[in-house]
């Protein structure tokens, strides 16, 4: 079968580092995705990795390795509008988007 | 950026109505549209993939009869729940791929919160 594996739920300070992990086993890989989504709302769109490497993009950070099938979100400077839930989705080889089930991060003052 | 609209944003009805959604993409052709539901605190699960001009691909377990698809353009896509239920009350999300991006991207609409009484 396919599946993401990511942490049901994280704590984490204002103004701290959390890392966010994701596993997956998928057949196929033609690239992850990371999706922030607030209650009540539609995903939005965070990032987005093919190639083994860390990509940034302000205080997000997201990292790849293929060989381990294994990605993590960073979140840097945390403030308390990161408060959300944090998706990992990959895309597998027929191109279908095979989503974990979201990683809650609750941030504390 | 690509922008998705849904209409409506929330909807109660009364048990035995239909009740229909639109997607649209706003300011881009989107090559396949997506229709999601998303129970409280659990992650999206896609119901059906959508191509302009042909039949909706349903996954697994998903009734088609129940839940219509049309996707008559390159912008929009509907989903019409028929004969709803309680147990169709849901957060139902629509969301589009461009018909030329190099990531296959998904953009997604703001969700329509779907009641039945």
């Known amino acids: 079968g396919q599946n993401i594996d990511q942490p049901t739920e994280m704590t984490a300070t204002e103004g701290a580092i959390v890392q966010i992990n994701c596993t997956y086993q998928?057949?196929?890989?033609?690239?992850l995705f990371w999706y922030q989504q607030h209650a009540g709302e539609a995903p939005t769109f965070l990032s987005y990795n093919v190639l083994d490497g860390l990509e940034e993009k302000g205080r997000f950070s997201s990292f790849l390795s293929r060989s381990k099938g294994y990605s993590y979100l960073l979140l840097k400077e945390l403030q308390m509008k990161d408060s959300a839930s944090y998706l990992c989705?990959?895309?597998?080889?027929?191109?279908?988007?095979?989503w974990g089930a979201g990683t809650k991060l609750i941030i504390k003052p | 950026g690509a922008v998705v609209s849904q209409h409506p944003s929330r909807v109660i009805c009364k048990s035995g109505t239909s009740v229909k959604i639109e997607c649209r993409s706003l300011d881009f052709q989107a090559t396949t549209m997506f229709w999601y539901r998303q129970f409280p605190k659990k992650s999206l699960m896609l119901m059906a993939t959508s191509n302009e001009g042909s039949k909706a691909t349903y996954e697994q377990g998903v009734e088609k009869d129940k839940f219509l698809i049309n996707h008559a353009s390159l912008t929009l896509s509907t989903l019409t729940v028929t004969s709803a239920h309680p147990e169709d009350s849901s957060f139902y999300i629509c969301s589009a791929t461009e018909l030329a991006t190099d990531n296959n991207e998904q953009f997604f609409g703001p969700g329509t919160r779907l009641t039945v009484l």
């Open positions: 989705a990959v895309t597998n080889s027929n191109y279908q988007l095979i």
């Open positions: 998928t057949s196929g890989f033609n690239g």
